[in-house]
C-alpha cells in the first residue's frame, strides 16, 4: 500500500470533450504540478487520463471523467510514495505523510476547480452547461486564474 492514497471528486458542469481537452494540454502540468514529472500511461480521451508520476512523488495519477447529468465527475487519483526521506518511526514520520498528503490534495482540487473555471466560462451558477460550440476558442486558463 502507498503512503500516499488521495481520491476526490469534483461536479463540472460541461461536455466531456471540452474537460478532457484541458486536462490533456501538457501546458498546464507544469502550472498545477511543478515538482512533478508526468509520463503518460493511458490516454482515454472523453474518459480521461492516466500518468506515471515522479520527481516529489513516485507513482500513478489520474483524471478519470464520468458523464453526470449535463456534465461530468471529475475523479482525481494520486497514488504513491513521497520521494524526499521520511523520518524512520514513529509520529514523526506519518505527521509528515500527512502534510504532504493535504498539499497534493490541495494542488489536485486546484487544477480540477482551474478546469471548472475554464469550461464552464459563461454559465451562471444553477444554469445548464454551456455548449462546447458556444465557449472562446482562445481561452488559456491563466486568464481564468486572474479573476
Request: glycine share 8%; proline share 5%; hydrophobic share 40%.
Amino acid at each position: 500500500m502507498s503512503s500516499i492514497q488521495i481520491a476526490d471528486e469534483t461536479f463540472v458542469a460541461a461536455p466531456a470533450a471540452r474537460v478532457a481537452e484541458v486536462i490533456a494540454d501538457r501546458g498546464n502540468w507544469s502550472r498545477w504540478w511543478p515538482d512533478l514529472r508526468l509520463s503518460v500511461t493511458e490516454d482515454r480521451g472523453e474518459s480521461g487520463i492516466r500518468w506515471r508520476v515522479s520527481g516529489g512523488v513516485d507513482g500513478t495519477m489520474e483524471f478519470w471523467l464520468s458523464p453526470r447529468l449535463d456534465g461530468v465527475v471529475v475523479h482525481y487519483f494520486l497514488h504513491g510514495e513521497p520521494a524526499e526521506s521520511l523520518p524512520d518511526v514513529g509520529r514523526a514520520r506519518w505527521d509528515r505523510v500527512a502534510a504532504i498528503v493535504r498539499t497534493r490534495r490541495v494542488a489536485g482540487r486546484g487544477a480540477v476547480f482551474e478546469v471548472k473555471r475554464c469550461v464552464e466560462l459563461g454559465r451562471a451558477a444553477g444554469e445548464p452547461a454551456v455548449p462546447s460550440h458556444t465557449q472562446p476558442d482562445e481561452h488559456t486558463l491563466e486568464s481564468d486564474a486572474r479573476v
